[in-house]
């Protein structure tokens, strides 16, 4: 799955000390869990439309 070689690529690049890789990878997996947690909340909650 994706997130196993993100997961893979966080690793290589924190042992290479790459600290713009490492942050990078970090970002992209942050962005990941929101995203989990968005459709998680989203999905139990009903949706309110602002006018």
């Known amino acids: 799955m994706i ?3 993100i ?3 966080l690793v290589t690049a924190m ?3 790459d600290k713009a890789a490492t942050g990078t990878i ?3 997996q942050s962005a ?3 995203r989990d ?3 998680r909340t989203s999905s139990s ?5 602002w006018s």
């Open 3 to 5: 997130r196993d070689d």
């Open 7 to 9: 997961k893979t690529a």
């Open 15 to 17: 042992k290479g000390g």
């Open 26 to 28: 970090r970002l992209i």
């Open 32 to 34: 990941l869990k929101n």
């Open 37 to 39: 947690i968005e459709l």
């Open 45 to 49: 909650t009903p949706t309110t439309t």
